[in-house]
Each structure stands twice: as structure tokens, then as C-alpha cells.
């Protein structure tokens, strides 16, 4: 399983707001019954390359379905193999190693 990260953002919006837009974006993830997280400035992914891949393209798509006429998407994918990696064990490591950190100082 892999984890990614996109970031779908329309130019030349009728306004500076892009949350309608985006939300467009995540209603994509949302019929794929992917397991995603939104954050304030992206959205995390998990799954298959091959299904991250896919899903990507489809909410770039979706502002430009909408009539836009620019869209700049970042997706950055972690595609690990030595082991099983999900979002929340991700997050679970990083807090772990910050305890262990406290405790020694």
C-alpha cells in the first residue's frame, strides 16, 4: 500500500476562494471509497499506486469539467515495500519517537 499526498488547486477562479472547488476535488475520493484525510493544504490518499494514479487525474479533472481553465495539481507519492505503512501508522511512529525523546531529556 502506498501513501500520497495531492494537492488539486484551480487558477482564475471568479474569486480568491477555492473551497468550492476543492471540495469538488474530494467528493472524487469520496465515490471511490478511498481512504483519504483532508488537510488545510492538501489531502493524504492510501492505496494502490495504480488507483492513486487514477484517482489523481480524475480531481484534476474535475475543475477543468467545471470550466476552468488552469489547474495546477501536486501529488506526491511514498510507495514503501519493505513493509505495510498506513497514514495513522505514519503519525503513530512520529509521536512515539517524540515521547522517547522527551523521556531522555
Not at 37 to 42: F, I, K, L, P
Given at each position: 500500500m502506498a501513501l500520497a499526498e495531492i494537492s488539486v488547486i484551480p487558477i482564475g477562479t471568479p474569486t480568491s476562494s477555492i473551497g468550492d472547488w476543492i471540495a469538488e476535488s474530494v467528493r472524487v475520493l469520496e465515490k471511490e471509497k478511498i481512504k483519504y484525510?483532508?488537510?488545510?493544504?492538501?489531502t493524504l490518499i492510501e492505496g494502490k499506486v495504480s488507483d492513486i494514479f487514477r484517482i489523481a487525474e480524475k480531481m484534476h479533472e474535475t475543475a477543468l469539467k467545471k470550466g476552468i481553465q488552469r489547474v495546477v495539481t501536486t501529488l506526491t507519492i511514498d510507495d514503501r515495500r519493505d513493509k505495510e505503512?498506513?497514514?495513522k501508522s505514519k503519525v503513530s511512529s512520529v509521536k512515539r519517537r517524540l515521547r522517547a525523546s522527551a523521556k531522555s531529556k
Open positions: 484525510e483532508v488537510s488545510s493544504m492538501g505503512v498506513t497514514m
